[in-house]
């Protein structure tokens, strides 16, 4: 594993909105011990982990607040069977009220200096020990969220988060790019990595405590630590925030990972006890933007030419995309490409 540093941490400028500005600019990210309340998290927690143990995540008489895993369930985004249970963690009212939690709100308004959107799509990551293939690649969060260079990332852990358990960590002065770089075919979440050759920057992250929160703008790369637990689920919550009057993609109108099964907010809201946050973001007068499906196009494409050539991960990720749906042009693709690859091979061992 590449030498960690530790994060800088800015609970000196909390108050200080020009400082704020001033290290986010120069540094890419601001981090904080404890801006968010642990006892909060912890409540959230034990939902969370609840739901998780009732889809047979966690091993089942143990402690959902202890997050062991039980191994033989092991899935991750992009797999039907973590679609189902993240979606019913995913219904908690807790959960999305958590994404407009006053110290986390504040302190991005702080940094826009203007009025906060929370990004109605929010986002949990849950991720299995021993799946070391599949944590989370370097990239930009700008060819996942979309809208505009100034949507910031709030990233704080569900529960402490030392080093092995796979934090975040993030390339400080990398936004200064100032641009999109090219992403290529990966697994892990969202399925894009940067061109590692291209980097040159140090790596900072830290063994992260309940509460404590880092936030970035969309174009400081950074990535997951791998989760080097023998049992131990990492839970985290991963949400977005911007301006009111930025532009916003649609799709982060929409509830996470809906594309696997067409989860809708009425299904969100089935059986929440208030009316609050449902539907808050259709009284804004919003800028809504397209979705540009080039970047998961790119990496697809490339899956389907490094898979022609037997590499392992890109054969892996078709089968999902055949397993999600085989009636979809993507998996019908991917039949065709898997298919003329085992037939070369079979002709070849002749």
Same mark, same amino acid.
């Given at each position: 594993?590449?030498?960690?540093?530790e994060?800088?941490?800015?609970?000196?400028?909390?108050n200080?909105?020009?400082?704020?500005?001033?290290?986010?600019?120069?540094?890419?990210?601001?981090?904080?011990?404890?801006?968010?309340?642990?006892?909060?998290?912890?409540? =959230?927690? *034990? %939902?969370?982990?609840?739901t998780? !143990? $009732?889809?047979?995540?966690?091993?089942?008489?143990?402690?959902?607040?202890?997050?062991?895993?039980?191994i033989?369930?092991?899935?991750?985004?992009?797999?039907?069977?973590?679609?189902?249970?993240?979606?019913?963690v995913?219904?908690?009212?807790?959960?999305?009220?958590?994404?407009?939690?006053?110290?986390?709100?504040?302190?991005?308004?702080?940094? =826009?200096? *203007? %009025?906060?959107l929370?990004?109605? !799509? $929010?986002i949990?990551?849950?991720?299995?020990p021993?799946?070391?293939?599949?944590?989370?690649p370097?990239?930009?969060d700008?060819?996942?969220?979309?809208?505009?260079?100034?949507?910031?990332?709030?990233?704080?852990?569900?529960?402490?988060?030392?080093?092995?358990?796979?934090?975040?960590?993030?390339m400080?002065?990398?936004?200064?790019?100032?641009?999109v770089m090219?992403?290529?075919?990966?697994?892990?979440?969202?399925?894009l990595?940067?061109?590692?050759?291209?980097?040159?920057?140090?790596?900072?992250?830290t063994?992260y405590?309940?509460?404590?929160?880092?936030?970035?703008?969309?174009?400081?790369?950074?990535?997951?630590?791998?989760?080097?637990t023998?049992?131990?689920?990492r839970?985290?919550?991963?949400n977005?925030?911007?301006?009111?009057?930025?532009?916003?993609?649609?799709?982060?109108?929409?509830p996470?990972?809906?594309?696997?099964?067409?989860?809708?907010?009425e299904?969100?809201y089935?059986n929440?006890?208030?009316?609050?946050?449902k539907?808050?973001?259709?009284?804004?007068?919003?800028?809504?933007?397209p979705?540009?499906?080039?970047?998961g196009?790119?990496?697809?494409e490339?899956?389907l030419?490094l898979?022609k050539?037997?590499?392992?991960?890109?054969?892996y990720?078709?089968?999902?995309?055949?397993?999600?749906?085989?009636t979809?042009d993507?998996?019908?693709?991917?039949?065709?490409?898997?298919?003329?690859?085992?037939?070369?091979?079979?002709?070849?061992?002749?």
């Amino acid at each position: 594993m590449d030498e960690i540093k530790e994060l800088r941490v800015s609970n000196d400028a909390m108050n200080d909105p020009i400082e704020l500005r001033s290290r986010m600019s120069e540094a890419g990210y601001l981090f904080f011990k404890k801006l968010q309340d642990p006892d909060k998290l912890l409540a =959230l927690r *034990r %939902e969370m982990l609840t739901t998780m !143990q $009732k889809g047979g995540w966690i091993v089942s008489g143990t402690d959902p607040m202890d997050g062991i895993a039980d191994i033989s369930t092991q899935c991750t985004e992009g797999d039907p069977e973590y679609t189902d249970v993240y979606h019913e963690v995913y219904k908690l009212q807790t959960f999305h009220r958590s994404g407009h939690w006053d110290e986390v709100v504040d302190m991005i308004g702080k940094i =826009l200096g *203007r %009025e906060v959107l929370p990004h109605p !799509q $929010k986002i949990a990551r849950l991720w299995y020990p021993k799946y070391t293939a599949h944590t989370t690649p370097i990239h930009q969060d700008f060819v996942h969220f979309q809208g505009n260079f100034q949507t910031y990332t709030s990233w704080t852990p569900v529960g402490d988060c030392p080093i092995e358990l796979g934090g975040l960590a993030v390339m400080p002065g990398s936004h200064k790019v100032n641009k999109v770089m090219e992403h290529h075919f990966s697994l892990g979440a969202g399925g894009l990595c940067v061109n590692t050759d291209e980097l040159s920057g140090e790596w900072h992250s830290t063994n992260y405590e309940i509460g404590d929160t880092l936030i970035f703008p969309a174009l400081t790369i950074h990535k997951a630590l791998p989760n080097l637990t023998e049992d131990r689920l990492r839970v985290s919550l991963d949400n977005r925030y911007q301006a009111v009057d930025d532009p916003i993609a649609e799709h982060m109108l929409e509830p996470h990972l809906n594309i696997f099964n067409s989860l809708k907010w009425e299904n969100v809201y089935e059986n929440w006890e208030s009316d609050e946050l449902k539907y808050y973001w259709k009284n804004l007068d919003l800028t809504v933007i397209p979705r540009d499906f080039s970047f998961g196009n790119k990496g697809f494409e490339e899956a389907l030419e490094l898979a022609k050539d037997g590499n392992d991960s890109a054969v892996y990720q078709l089968n999902r995309i055949i397993k999600r749906d085989p009636t979809t042009d993507m998996a019908k693709r991917a039949s065709e490409v898997l298919q003329k690859a085992t037939i070369d091979t079979s002709e070849a061992q002749l």
